[in-house]
T-cell receptor, first 115, second 112 residues
């Protein structure tokens, strides 16, 4: 079965420091990759997506992610975080085709930005 | 701007009540989804629909049913609410099951 693993459940970091949230997936075929952010008591908002092409993907709020096919990873990075980035982040993988396809979510990583 | 709306942000129901959660999208998407979100368990798919009147079970369909009579509307029904259905419920829509999904703001349901 396909799976998505977010390697850290919580990541504490100081404001203006860089951050990396790690995501690995299991798949031997082409996939689509996504990162979502969820602020408290809100729905999920798409940060960025990889469908094809350049392996470095830029998203909203200064985030970027790199698709690494050989390591089956899609880690999320930001060079300098703000207090407002405190939220839960979900990695997701779209796998399959047609109506049998699925979007599989990781368990989430809570990013805690400290002043 | 794309939009998915859910009928309630917060809902409190009693055990045994029938509960309806409504979701509406304005993007003309074929696919709609219902998830529940619990701490430490991430998002779990309850049901999804890839067309009007079509539905498929997700990973945790027990205790739930759904209805999709119109393309833009997808309802989740708890036939007889139980305390273990206290959770955050998220609705989403997409143009394909493997592409990005757009989420509503969520309904936090408490069953007492």
């Amino acid at each position: 079965a396909q799976s998505v693993t977010q390697l850290d459940s919580q990541v504490p970091v100081f404001e203006e420091a860089p951050v990396e949230l790690r995501c690995n997936y299991s798949s031997s075929v082409s996939v689509y990759l996504f990162w979502y952010v969820q602020y408290p008591n809100q729905g999920l908002q798409l940060l960025l997506k990889y469908l094809s092409g350049s392996t470095l993907v830029k998203g909203i709020n200064g985030f970027e992610a790199e698709f690494n096919k050989s390591q089956t990873s899609f880690h999320l990075r930001k060079p300098s975080v703000h207090i407002s980035d405190t939220a839960e982040y979900f990695c997701a993988v779209g796998h399959g085709s047609g109506n049998t396809g699925k979007l599989i979510f990781g368990q989430g990583t809570t990013l805690q930005v400290k002043p | 701007d794309v939009k998915v709306t859910q009928s309630s942000r917060y809902l409190v129901k009693r055990t045994g009540e029938k509960v309806f959660l409504e979701c509406v999208q304005d993007m003309d998407h074929e696919n709609m989804f219902w998830y529940r979100q619990d701490p430490g368990l991430g998002l779990r798919l309850i049901y999804f629909s890839y067309d009007v009147k079509m539905k498929e079970k997700g990973d945790i369909p027990e205790g739930y049913s759904v209805s999709r009579e119109k393309k833009e509307r997808f309802s989740l029904i708890l036939e007889s609410a139980s305390t273990n259905q206290t959770s955050m419920y998220l609705c989403a829509s997409s143009r394909s099951p493997i592409y990005e999904q757009y989420f509503g703001p969520g309904t936090r349901l408490t069953v007492t």
